[in-house]
């Protein structure tokens, strides 16, 4: 499932992309896709302008000039293409956009969604969603006491989005690996000289992540070399049996809260 990261290399790349388009057409070919009768989804958004891309947790936001908003979760399988009939990708689509002379096309949505909503409507949705790891509110000293009281393994705090929004399986095991503690240490025991190294792994992971296109196997667009590249930069992340690359010791897969978790047994420590 794409998180923060991916989603965030969606957001700079569309925002680019789609500021001031007018949406042409729609075409939904799965109905269950949007939230509201496929007639009435289209006559709401056709004619219409992008005036904004934003992102929250794994979420993307679409503003119209109408003052609503496509709220959108790829969730497993999801992803989305930017481009025309000659270079699309050959797959089903759920959902297409036409925006000019290009389109979006949105691909894989089986439990993901785009649903278009008020602004009260949308704060309702997103309400329960925890800080935004980049964000102001997200704060190293509020962290450590909040991790504290929380049962469970880190592991699964982590990705609970309502303790942190944006995070999930793989970059949970990564960024773990980078502050050096294992993913299946209870919460509540973790010290806080290394709940302070977890919240600038939180942020360190991250941003790289986003530098290096995030892992997401499909391009965004034709000619895209960026979108992926992560996935060749994960240091415990599907790499059962491999050597660690800081320690030499063999990376091992556990099951955590039923999560599949990867992490270095020599240098990552309770
Ligand atoms: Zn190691």
Redesign the pocket.
Known sequence: MPELPEMERYRIFLEQQLIDRTVRDIEINRDKSVNLDANDFIQQIKGQQITAVHRRAKHLIFLLTSGKQLLLHLMLGGWMYYGGDADSPDRTKQVILTLGDRKLYFIGLRLGYLHLLSEPELQERLEKLGPEPFSPQFESLAFTERLSFKKGSLKSVLVNQEFISGIGNCYSDEICFDAGIRPSVKADKVTGEQAAKLYHSIKFVLSSAIKLGGYMDHPMFKGDALTGTYNTHCYVYDREGEP?T????VIVKVEISSKKSFY?P???YE
């Open positions: 660690c800081r320690c030499g010791s270095c020599g240098c990552q």
